[in-house]
T-cell receptor, first 115, second 110 residues
Framework: NAGVTQTPKFQVLKTGQSMTLQCAQD?????MSWYRQDPGMGLRLIHY???????DQGEVPNGYNVSRSTTEDFPLRLLSAAPSQTSVYFC??????????????FGPGTRLTVL | KNEVEQSPQNLTAQEGEFITINCSYS?????LHWLQQHPGGGIVSLFM???GKKKHGRLIATINIQEKHSSLHITASHPRDSAVYIC????????????FGTGTLLAVQP
């Protein structure tokens, strides 16, 4: 199993540009989520999904969109990038069977810089 | 006040020392995770616990639900243990969201 994969690893954008961060998992996990990690702060939840076709907002959703058309993929879209979105982004997944005692699996992260 | 607080924020130890990292939380939880993040960024799960104690190799995690406190211990520390250790609590409810601490940066010197 590849686990949770993310692309790209690094990205530099100019203010106002849009882009999509890709996330995929091959473990048939129901729950997928996006976090951002900023210096001095814990990971913060952006959006999450409990299954294909179902998404919801997390703690810091503004400026981001998500969709979940398949169990495997959960892309994160930045609509109009802003310097405040400079961060490291992590995708994570877990099974919902046996929740809440489930291990979280994290992708390798995407380091995004917005100039 | 953060809902999940870790201490210390930074820790430098000599190889072989016994290390303790603490996590206190202020919300009702159903479980708690300890995670490890190495330089280069990848995050891996070390433990998930809801009561008592768990051990894996040189790592031991304990939790006291009544006192809202958990500890991560590393015995016989080694430079390869150098990493950021993150505590995350599972905040109950239908979606079982995670609330993360800010992490403890551990450096183990040879």
């Amino acid at each position: 199993n590849a686990g949770v994969t993310q692309t790209p690893k690094f990205q530099v954008l100019k203010t106002g540009q849009s882009m999509t961060l890709q996330c995929a998992q091959d473990m048939n996990h129901e729950y997928m989520s996006w976090y951002r990690q900023d210096p001095g702060m814990g990971l913060r939840l952006i959006h999450y999904s409990v299954g294909a076709g179902i998404t919801d907002q997390g703690e810091v959703p503004n400026g981001y969109n998500v969709s979940r058309s398949t169990t495997e993929d959960f892309p994160l879209r930045l609509l109009s990038a802003a310097p405040s979105q400079t961060s490291v982004y992590f995708c994570a997944s877990r099974t919902e069977r046996g929740a809440p005692y489930n291990e979280q699996f994290f992708g390798p992260g995407t380091r995004l810089t917005v100039l | 006040k953060n809902e999940v607080e870790q201490s210390p924020q930074n820790l430098t130890a000599q190889e072989g020392e016994f290390i303790t990292i603490n996590c206190s939380y202020s919300v009702g939880i159903s479980a708690l995770h300890w995670l490890q993040q190495h330089p280069g960024g990848g995050i891996v799960s070390l433990f998930m616990l809801s009561s008592g104690k768990k051990k894996h190799g040189r790592l031991i995690a304990t939790i006291n639900i009544q006192e809202k406190h958990s500890s991560l211990h590393i015995t016989a520390s080694h430079p390869r243990d150098s990493a950021v250790y993150i505590c995350a609590v599972v905040y109950g409810g239908a979606t079982n969201k995670l609330i993360f601490g800010t992490g403890t940066l551990l450096a183990v010197q040879p």
